[in-house]
């Protein structure tokens, strides 16, 4: 059990850590496509 909960620590730290950086990006993406669309509009 020592053993499985020590292995399978990094992995949830890392799953958590990847979708943090996901939704960062996502965000990025939608001010960057807000930002354009309302260039074009002007």
Known sequence: ???YS???TPVLIHKKHY???V????NILLRALKELLSR???
């Open 6 to 8: 020590y292995l399978d």
């Open 23 to 26: 939704k960062q990006a996502n």
């Open 19 to 21: 979708s943090n950086t």
């Open 1 to 3: 059990m020592c053993t």
């Open 40 to 42: 074009f509009r002007n």
